[in-house]
C-alpha cells in the first residue's frame, strides 16, 4: 500500500512564557491509502498540532512531515484543496455566505471553472453529504448543528481530494446526529476512496468507522493498531481512555458490531 502520510522523527514544541514546552519527540506515523485513523490522546498531546502539520500550516521543529508523496509545506500553495480536505471542529463556515457559497468557496477560487459549473459541482457535494437542494440559498446561522458538519463536509470535498482531516467530526451532536453522520463519513469513505484521518475524544466514533488508532502519549505514538487491540495495550492512558467508566457503552458497542473495525 502506498502511505499517504508519513511523519518521521517529529519535534514539536510551542512557546508560553518564553519557555519552549515540547510536545512531540521523535514522533513517527505512516498512514496508508484507504485507511479511516483515529488520532487519540489526552489534553495537550498535540492532536491538532498534527492535523495543521499535515496541513503544513505549521511546521516542526524537527523531522520530517510528508503528505501524498511531498513536504506538507508545499500544501499551502495554490490548489492544495485539491489534495487535502479539512473539516474544522465547529465547521468554520463563512457567516455572510450562503450554503452554496460555501460549499463553493474553495473552486471559485480557483477561477478556473465558469461559474455555472463551480454552482453545479457545489451542488453535487450538497447532496453528496445528505442535504436537500432546498438547504442551498440558506445562511449558516439557519442551520442547525449537524447541518453545519455536513455543509463544511461538502466544502472539504468540493475539489475531490484524496485525503480528508477530520477534527472532532462528531464534537457538540447529539448521539442520534453523531451516528447519523458517522454512518455518511463511513459510506464517504468506501465510495469515494478516501484516505481519513479523524482526531476525536468520542468512544463511539471510534469503534464505528475507524480501522487504525494511533495514541499519542509521553509525546510519541505508544500504540498504532486496530481498535480491538489498542484496548488491550498497556498504558494508562489507553487503560482510562478505552476500559475506564466512559468506555462500557462503547466497548460493548464494539461487540456488538464487530464488522465496523
Known sequence: MTDVVDIRNLWSAFRRGGVDTVIHKNLNLRIEEGELLALVGGSGTGKTVLLRQMLGLEAPQRGTVTVLGEPAEALTRAGAASRVGMLFQHGALYSA????????????????????????AAMVKLQMVGLDPVHAHKMPSDLSGGMIKRVALARALIMDPPLLLLDEPTAGLDPDSADDFCTL??????????????????????????????????????????????????????REFFLGGRGLRAVELLHQEPDAV
Not at 99 to 120: C, G, H, M
Not at 195 to 221: E, N
Open 97 to 120: 455566505f450562503t450554503v452554496l457559497e460555501n460549499i463553493a468557496f474553495p473552486l471559485r477560487e480557483l477561477k478556473t471553472l465558469p461559474a455555472d459549473l463551480v454552482r453545479d
Open 185 to 238: 463519513i463511513r459510506s464517504l469513505h468506501h465510495e469515494l476512496g478516501l484516505t481519513v484521518v479523524m482526531v476525536t475524544h468520542d468512544l463511539d466514533t471510534i469503534y464505528q468507522i475507524s480501522t487504525r488508532v494511533a495514541v499519542v502519549a509521553d509525546k510519541h505514538v505508544i500504540v498504532d493498531a486496530p481498535p480491538k487491540q489498542v484496548i488491550g495495550f498497556d498504558h494508562p492512558f489507553v
